[in-house]
Protein backbone atom coordinates (compact mmCIF):
# COMPACT_ATOMS: atom_id res chain seq x y z
CA UNK A 1 0.00 0.00 0.00
CA UNK A 2 1.42 3.19 -1.08
CA UNK A 3 1.68 6.31 1.53
CA UNK A 4 -1.08 7.95 -0.39
CA UNK A 5 -3.28 5.23 0.25
CA UNK A 6 -2.42 4.59 3.99
CA UNK A 7 -3.45 8.83 4.38
CA UNK A 8 -6.93 8.24 2.82
CA UNK A 9 -7.42 5.08 4.48
CA UNK A 10 -6.24 7.14 7.68
CA UNK A 11 -8.44 10.20 6.80
CA UNK A 12 -11.60 8.10 6.21
CA UNK A 13 -10.78 5.66 9.76
CA UNK A 14 -11.17 9.05 11.25
CA UNK A 15 -14.60 10.07 9.76
CA UNK A 16 -16.05 6.94 10.74
CA UNK A 17 -15.08 7.48 14.14
CA UNK A 18 -15.88 11.07 14.15
CA UNK A 19 -19.64 9.68 12.83
CA UNK A 20 -19.90 6.58 15.32
CA UNK A 21 -18.87 9.27 17.95
CA UNK A 22 -21.50 11.49 16.86
CA UNK A 23 -24.56 9.09 16.36
CA UNK A 24 -27.04 8.93 14.17
CA UNK A 25 -30.78 8.88 13.81
CA UNK A 26 -32.45 5.39 15.26
CA UNK A 27 -33.58 4.05 11.84
CA UNK A 28 -36.64 1.35 11.11
CA UNK A 29 -35.79 -2.42 11.57
CA UNK A 30 -36.42 -2.53 7.35
CA UNK A 31 -33.69 -0.01 6.85
CA UNK A 32 -31.11 -1.31 9.69
CA UNK A 33 -29.64 -4.17 9.06
CA UNK A 34 -29.29 -6.51 12.47
CA UNK A 35 -25.31 -6.12 11.84
CA UNK A 36 -25.34 -2.65 11.95
CA UNK A 37 -27.95 -2.45 15.39
CA UNK A 38 -26.69 -1.05 18.93
CA UNK A 39 -29.53 -0.91 20.88
CA UNK A 40 -33.29 -0.37 20.40
CA UNK A 41 -34.53 3.08 20.64
CA UNK A 42 -38.23 4.19 20.61
CA UNK A 43 -41.15 3.19 18.70
CA UNK A 44 -39.58 -0.03 17.48
CA UNK A 45 -36.52 1.73 16.08
CA UNK A 46 -32.64 1.17 16.53
CA UNK A 47 -29.72 2.74 17.11
CA UNK A 48 -26.81 2.07 14.99
CA UNK A 49 -22.90 2.42 14.13
CA UNK A 50 -21.18 2.12 11.12
CA UNK A 51 -18.96 -1.25 11.14
CA UNK A 52 -15.59 -2.29 9.48
CA UNK A 53 -16.19 -4.70 6.56
CA UNK A 54 -13.95 -7.13 5.24
CA UNK A 55 -15.65 -7.65 1.94
CA UNK A 56 -18.32 -5.52 -0.18
CA UNK A 57 -18.18 -7.52 -2.88
CA UNK A 58 -21.40 -5.18 -4.35
CA UNK A 59 -19.03 -2.37 -4.97
CA UNK A 60 -16.90 -4.15 -7.56
CA UNK A 61 -20.30 -4.81 -9.21
CA UNK A 62 -21.20 -1.11 -9.42
CA UNK A 63 -17.86 0.27 -10.00
CA UNK A 64 -18.07 -2.09 -12.98
CA UNK A 65 -21.51 -0.31 -14.28
CA UNK A 66 -20.09 3.33 -13.47
CA UNK A 67 -18.18 5.30 -16.45
CA UNK A 68 -15.78 6.03 -14.55
CA UNK A 69 -13.80 5.58 -11.29
CA UNK A 70 -14.80 6.60 -7.82
CA UNK A 71 -12.75 9.33 -6.19
CA UNK A 72 -10.14 7.22 -3.70
CA UNK A 73 -11.68 8.48 -0.31
CA UNK A 74 -15.19 7.63 -1.46
CA UNK A 75 -14.07 3.89 -2.59
CA UNK A 76 -12.27 3.51 0.47
CA UNK A 77 -14.73 4.64 2.65
CA UNK A 78 -17.45 2.38 0.79
CA UNK A 79 -14.84 -0.50 0.18
CA UNK A 80 -14.25 -1.03 4.04
CA UNK A 81 -17.46 0.12 6.13
CA UNK A 82 -20.92 -1.19 5.99
CA UNK A 83 -23.62 2.03 7.03
CA UNK A 84 -26.97 3.04 6.66
CA UNK A 85 -27.66 6.54 5.40
CA UNK A 86 -27.05 9.34 7.17
CA UNK A 87 -26.39 13.34 6.36
CA UNK A 88 -23.56 14.93 7.51
CA UNK A 89 -23.94 18.70 6.90
CA UNK A 90 -25.62 19.39 3.64
CA UNK A 91 -25.64 16.01 2.26
CA UNK A 92 -27.55 12.83 2.94
CA UNK A 93 -25.50 9.57 1.83
CA UNK A 94 -26.98 6.56 0.22
CA UNK A 95 -26.36 3.72 2.42
CA UNK A 96 -23.95 0.78 2.42
CA UNK A 97 -25.28 -2.30 3.64
CA UNK A 98 -25.52 -4.02 -0.07
CA UNK A 99 -29.14 -4.65 0.78
CA UNK A 100 -32.32 -3.06 -0.83
CA UNK A 101 -33.26 -0.93 1.57
CA UNK A 102 -34.47 2.50 1.19
CA UNK A 103 -31.55 5.12 0.28
CA UNK A 104 -29.21 2.42 -0.11
CA UNK A 105 -26.67 2.81 -2.77
CA UNK A 106 -27.52 -0.86 -4.11
CA UNK A 107 -31.39 0.67 -4.69
CA UNK A 108 -30.41 4.13 -5.37
CA UNK A 109 -26.97 5.23 -7.75
CA UNK A 110 -28.06 3.98 -10.82
CA UNK A 111 -31.68 3.84 -10.28
CA UNK A 112 -33.27 6.84 -12.02
CA UNK A 113 -32.01 6.22 -15.66
CA UNK A 114 -33.47 9.19 -17.04
CA UNK A 115 -31.38 11.67 -14.15
CA UNK A 116 -27.87 9.02 -14.49
CA UNK A 117 -27.98 9.63 -18.71
CA UNK A 118 -27.28 13.25 -18.39
CA UNK A 119 -25.19 13.27 -14.94
CA UNK A 120 -23.02 10.50 -16.80
CA UNK A 121 -22.78 11.60 -20.54
CA UNK A 122 -21.24 15.49 -18.06
CA UNK A 123 -19.08 13.65 -15.70
CA UNK A 124 -21.05 13.47 -12.77
CA UNK A 125 -21.26 10.54 -9.85
CA UNK A 126 -24.04 10.67 -7.64
CA UNK A 127 -23.28 9.29 -4.43
CA UNK A 128 -26.31 11.18 -2.02
CA UNK A 129 -29.28 13.88 -1.97
CA UNK A 130 -29.01 17.06 0.14
CA UNK A 131 -29.76 16.81 3.66
CA UNK A 132 -33.74 16.61 4.12
CA UNK A 133 -34.51 14.90 1.48
CA UNK A 134 -34.72 17.09 -1.60
CA UNK A 135 -34.32 15.04 -5.45
CA UNK A 136 -30.99 17.45 -6.13
CA UNK A 137 -28.31 15.08 -6.95
CA UNK A 138 -25.12 15.36 -4.91
CA UNK A 139 -22.26 14.11 -7.25
CA UNK A 140 -18.65 14.05 -7.42
CA UNK A 141 -17.88 16.53 -10.07
CA UNK A 142 -15.18 13.82 -12.40
CA UNK A 143 -14.39 16.52 -14.84
CA UNK A 144 -12.61 17.86 -12.64
CA UNK A 145 -10.84 15.02 -10.66
CA UNK A 146 -7.30 15.81 -9.21
CA UNK A 147 -5.10 13.13 -8.17
CA UNK A 148 -7.91 10.58 -7.47
CA UNK A 149 -10.37 13.01 -5.96
CA UNK A 150 -13.29 15.27 -7.33
CA UNK A 151 -15.00 17.97 -6.13
CA UNK A 152 -18.54 17.58 -4.33
CA UNK A 153 -21.55 19.42 -5.74
CA UNK A 154 -25.02 19.70 -5.58
CA UNK A 155 -27.17 19.88 -9.13
CA UNK A 156 -30.28 20.93 -9.88
CA UNK A 157 -32.46 18.27 -10.94
CA UNK A 158 -35.08 19.78 -13.00
CA UNK A 159 -32.39 21.15 -15.39
CA UNK A 160 -31.11 17.44 -15.50
CA UNK A 161 -34.77 15.83 -16.03
CA UNK A 162 -36.65 18.47 -18.06
CA UNK A 163 -34.05 20.04 -20.18
CA UNK A 164 -31.15 17.61 -20.12
CA UNK A 165 -28.35 19.92 -18.91
CA UNK A 166 -26.09 20.39 -15.91
CA UNK A 167 -26.57 23.18 -13.08
CA UNK A 168 -24.40 23.19 -10.80
CA UNK A 169 -26.68 24.88 -7.60
CA UNK A 170 -23.61 24.81 -5.03
CA UNK A 171 -20.05 23.53 -4.58
CA UNK A 172 -20.39 21.29 -1.45
CA UNK A 173 -16.33 21.27 -1.03
CA UNK A 174 -13.34 21.11 -3.47
CA UNK A 175 -12.65 17.59 -3.04
CA UNK A 176 -13.99 14.80 -1.41
CA UNK A 177 -11.29 14.68 1.27
CA UNK A 178 -11.70 17.96 2.07
CA UNK A 179 -15.42 17.77 3.07
CA UNK A 180 -13.93 14.53 5.18
CA UNK A 181 -11.61 17.01 6.52
CA UNK A 182 -14.36 19.59 7.59
CA UNK A 183 -16.61 16.97 8.64
CA UNK A 184 -13.83 15.42 11.31
CA UNK A 185 -13.14 19.32 12.81
CA UNK A 186 -16.84 19.23 13.28
CA UNK A 187 -17.69 21.89 10.89
CA UNK A 188 -20.79 19.65 9.93
CA UNK A 189 -23.18 18.33 12.49
CA UNK A 190 -24.17 14.39 11.99
CA UNK A 191 -27.99 12.97 12.07
Known amino acids: MTKSARRTDALVDEFVRYLNQAGFEPGFPDDVPEELRTSEAAHGMFNWRVLQSTSNPWIETLVQRLPQALPTPY ?9 CNF ?17 DRSACMLKDH ?9 GFLEFGKPKGGHYDPICFAMQHRNEGDAP ?8 ILIRNR ?3 VKEIAPSFARFLHQAVAEEYPVT
Not at 114 to 122: D, F, G, Q, R
Open 152 to 159: VVQLDHEE
Open 114 to 122: NLNATLHKN
Open 87 to 103: EVGPVMFFGNTGRNVFH
Open 75 to 83: LSLVGRYLF
Open 166 to 168: IRV
